[in-house]
């Protein structure tokens, strides 16, 4: 089965850190005999792209501006509330330009006559006993005489597939991906999945417009391996497991009820820490506490008219974390909000 396939590994090693997981990640998928691609839109050292069998670059680097809100959304609930964001209408503004970089490693593996291929991001660590498990799973679907094969993410209510762990025949994802011709057509095809996002294209691509056979698994990587590092860099940066990280986020969002009231949000986390949340209204400061991150908090805010927010999280002397919206940007956005029941 591995000589007919690839394993792409989708990057973009902007840190030390980013490097570092991407040489686990390749030695993890080397070392169970599979041929390797590094496709990215980042430079890489030479000792990673000696490591591989292939190492494709481009420059293609188009960041998303978006005419509409996205409705693909992080969300926190219970029975008292529902906090649910899109993140400053930001997700999906990358996606564009790995899906440049999927499709790039597509047609060269093609070339090389590769039947079939898999696709990873660089924290797509496996253990040994996780290979062992996944090539059972291929094995039992019957990968190789089939179109596709995904798992799906779960974000609220919308089923979307893993865009960071998924495979199949090459032709056939070449044949479906080429409809998606720039980036406009990009963006037309994945709000009608709900969103900018890349899960929002395949969603419409590969479930809502699904052609082929293939497989569709009712489970996400997260839940279905053991290994503690699959997934570490999914939040933005490589959050190594057993060390404390900063893997919360700060949000301003408007109260979804009551008029021109808003919140300041400081996201939940794993690790604490001792930290000051500060709030700027038009520059100056009108806000500072001191808190301890782990649970979800919120802050009410007075959204006056034509005032810019900025919103500051600091961990000792060092400023980790910043959003910045007008009143209106933050009442206009639809998806983002605080909702008390």
């Known amino acids: 089965m591995k000589e007919n396939i690839c394993i792409i590994i989708g990057t973009y090693p902007t840190t030390y850190l980013d490097s570092a997981l991407l040489g686990l990640t390749l030695e993890s998928w080397k070392q169970q005999e599979y041929d390797i691609c590094i496709a990215s839109h980042y430079p890489i050292n ?12 481009s420059d293609e680097n188009e960041m998303l501006e978006f005419p509409t809100i996205s409705n693909i959304t ?18 999906g503004k990358h996606s564009y330009a790995v899906l440049q970089n999927i499709k790039n490693a ?3 593996l093609s070339s090389k006559k ?90 419409e691509l590969f479930v809502r417009l699904q052609e082929g056979e293939g497989t569709i698994k009712r489970t996400n990587p997260r839940n ?31 109260d979804r009820d009551i008029e021109n ?31 301890m991150t782990g649970p979800l908090m919120w802050f009410k805010i007075d959204l006056e008219q034509s005032c810019t927010w900025r919103l500051e999280h600091w961990v000792g002397n060092e400023k980790s974390k910043q959003i910045e919206h007008t009143s209106e940007q933050i009442l206009e956005n639809g998806w983002s909000f605080m909702e008390f029941h």
């Open 106 to 108: 597509l047609h060269f």
């Open 114 to 203: 590769y039947t079939h291929f898999f696709f990873i991001e660089a924290d797509g660590f496996l253990n040994s006993e996780d290979h062992f498990r996944f090539e059972k799973e291929l094995k039992d679907d019957d990968f190789l005489n089939k179109d596709y094969w995904f798992m799906m993410e779960y974000e609220g209510a919308t089923n979307l597939p893993v865009t960071n762990f998924f495979g199949g025949r090459i032709d056939y994802f070449i044949d479906r991906f080429s409809i998606v011709s720039d980036s406009k057509t990009y963006m037309d095809y994945s709000i009608n999945g709900g969103g900018y996002s890349l899960e929002s294209l395949f969603g």
């Open 74 to 91: 992080w969300y926190h609930s219970n029975e008292q509330f529902l906090y649910q964001t899109n993140w400053g209408n930001t997700l």
């Open 261 to 291: 009231v808003g919140y300041a949000i400081v996201t939940h986390t794993s690790s604490m820490f001792n930290s000051v949340l500060k709030l700027f209204k038009n520059n100056k400061e009108v806000f500072s506490s001191p808190i």
């Open 46 to 57: 030479q000792d990673l792209q000696h490591a591989s069998k292939y190492y494709i670059y």
């Open 224 to 254: 279905f391996f053991t290994n503690e590092w699959f997934g570490v860099s999914s939040g933005g940066e490589v959050r190594v497991p057993g060390l404390k990280s900063k893997d919360w986020w700060i949000d301003l969002v408007k």
